[in-house]
């Protein structure tokens, strides 16, 4: 899971676990919670982009993007699914960065839904989830080292 700033990694046998940590650190606990949320939420939506169980999602697309696209509005969000899933999986890869590429795709979204009316609310829900991936950002520079490091210097 990454180095804590007191430098003890999270172990799964043995020592500190991921949940006992998560329960008494609050910081810790919400780095997890949102690291779960970001990883498992971009890849459901992603994949369901494909079989459209949860809604149409063509319709979220603005009409204006969809007369600059080259292929259908179905093709495009099959698209943003492989996008979506990539950014979920970077999540639980390397959350330090994944949390910032899922902030500024939720970005575009919003852009997207403001720029045509009827889904303010949904821009709005959105502009929400993209705080709390800058927050999984700035809360993983604590417990997720950079690339090539292994512990912090904190």
């Known amino acids: 899971m990454g180095a804590s700033v007191a430098g003890a990694a999270p172990s799964v046998s043995g020592g500190t676990t991921v949940l006992r940590r998560a329960r008494t650190e609050p910081a810790?606990?919400?780095?997890?919670?949102?690291?779960v949320g970001f990883t498992v939420l971009?890849?459901?939506?992603?994949?369901?982009k494909f079989a459209n169980v949860l809604t149409?999602?063509?319709?979220?697309l603005a009409p204006w993007i969809v007369g600059l696209l080259p292929f259908s509005?179905?093709?495009?969000?099959?698209i943003v699914g492989v996008v979506e899933v990539v950014a979920g999986v970077l999540v639980a890869v390397k959350p330090r960065y994944g949390a910032y590429v899922v902030a500024l795709w939720l970005a575009g979204i919003i852009v997207n839904l403001v720029t045509y009316p009827g889904?303010?609310?949904?821009?709005?829900r959105d502009f929400g989830l993209m705080l709390a991936a800058?927050?999984?950002?700035?809360?993983a520079s604590a417990y997720d080292p950079a690339w090539g490091r292994r512990d912090h210097a904190r």
């Open 28 to 35: 810790y606990g919400a780095f997890t919670l949102l690291r």
């Open 42 to 48: 971009p890849v459901v939506f992603g994949l369901d």
């Open 56 to 60: 149409s999602w063509e319709g979220y």
């Open 73 to 78: 509005a179905g093709t495009a969000m099959m």
């Open 119 to 124: 889904f303010y609310d949904v821009a709005l």
């Open 134 to 139: 800058l927050t999984l950002g700035r809360l």
